[in-house]
């Protein structure tokens, strides 16, 4: 992925969520660390265009998300800080169906790559399950193939541990190990930060570390006063 901030901002009214960022992130697996409140989703959604910047630019693998929204959402897909706000249909096998047609796939098509997606992440026996029934590391799992199916290039995951038991923790860990995509994924998981090639830390709507993720986390914990 090459994904490139260039002295980028976010307001919201009076309240200024992201300080000029200046950033490249590449590479295939990046961690995003950082307090409740300190820019992370923020960031996250600059990616894909959720979110646009209030100055500056943001371009994924070239596309400016402010002038190509519809593009850079194909090539950075999003999995939310709570997978239940985005499983839209009453089933898992509809929900990923659903995404593939509204972006033009034929119904034979849309199986099929449903049915592979689901295989991939090792999840063929949510098929036909209700998303409302599912366990939390299921709907995670479900929700991160929802996204994948439409096949991004990236994809962003927004917490993806959060709330997850120590056995829903390692399958959805295991998968984002195995994945074909690049992924910036951000954590309140030190543990599995630890594991990132390069992990960032965001304070107060601002980057303060930027590296191997010891002294990242290092910083992290002199930041937070614990
Ligand atoms: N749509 C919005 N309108 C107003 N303020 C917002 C909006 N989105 C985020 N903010 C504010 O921007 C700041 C950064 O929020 P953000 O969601 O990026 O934090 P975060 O690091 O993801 O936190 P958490 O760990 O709790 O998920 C916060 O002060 C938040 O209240
Ligand atoms: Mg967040």
Known sequence: ???IFSDCTVRFGARTALHPLSLRIEGRRVGVIGLNGSGKTTVARLINGLTLPSG????????????????ARLEAGFVFQNPQN???????????????????TKNAEAEARMAATLRRFGIENLEKRRVYELSGGEMQLAAMASVSALSPRILILDEPT????????????????????????ITHDLD???RLPRLLLFHEGRLVADGAPEETIAHYRKVAGC
């Open 86 to 104: 985005q499983l839209i249909m009453p089933i898992v096998s509809e929900d990923i169906i659903f995404g593939l047609k509204a972006r033009g």
């Open 56 to 71: 500056g630019r943001v371009t994924v693998n070239g596309i400016d998300i402010a002038t190509e929204p519809e593009r």
């Open 1 to 3: 992925m090459d994904i």
């Open 192 to 194: 599995f930060a630890l």
């Open 162 to 185: 959060n709330q997850l038991d120590i056995k829903n923790r390692r399958l959805v860990l295991n998968a984002i190990d195995k994945m074909d995509e690049d992924a910036v994924v």
